[in-house]
């Protein structure tokens, strides 16, 4: 059974910094994508970053490029996401999900919506105010 447990989420005002963390428990897979997703109140979830296994590449949503910075750690397994700068608009449940891979991904990054049929984890609520 594959577990994601995030940590590291709290209240901060505009401009600070949050490092979100996600452990994982039960995976085996050697090749895999992970990533970040938010949900805010009375909003879609949206992805906010990637990492792929395969090329230790990262991919960012547009409205986090800059700002925010996923990592993998090899050693603790963990998932990783600094936030800097964070801004109201940043205020979101953040969620850590992975999925699975039997090939390699020829585009060499994880996009978005190959996580829908990954594991998720439960969130870690994120709050900035001004």
């Known amino acids: 059974q594959v577990h994601l447990v995030e940590s590291g989420g709290g209240s901060v005002q505009a401009g600070g910094s949050l490092r979100l963390s996600c452990a994982t428990s039960g995976y085996t897979s050697s090749n895999f994508c992970m990533a970040w997703f938010r949900q805010a109140p009375g909003k879609e979830r949206e992805g906010v970053a990637t990492?792929?296994?395969?090329?230790?590449?990262?991919y960012y949503a547009d409205s986090v490029k800059g700002r925010f910075t996923i990592s993998r750690d090899n050693a603790d397994h963990k998932l990783y996401l600094l936030m800097n700068n964070l801004k109201p608009e940043d205020t979101a449940v953040y969620y850590c999900?992975?999925?699975?891979?039997?090939?390699?991904?020829?585009?060499?990054?994880?996009?978005?919506?190959?996580?829908?049929?990954?594991?998720w984890g439960q969130g870690t609520q994120v709050a900035v105010s001004l």
């Open positions: 999900a992975a999925v699975g891979l039997r090939t390699t991904i020829s585009a060499g990054y994880c996009d978005f919506p190959r996580f829908d049929s990954g594991y």
């Open positions: 990492y792929y296994k395969g090329t230790e590449a990262a």
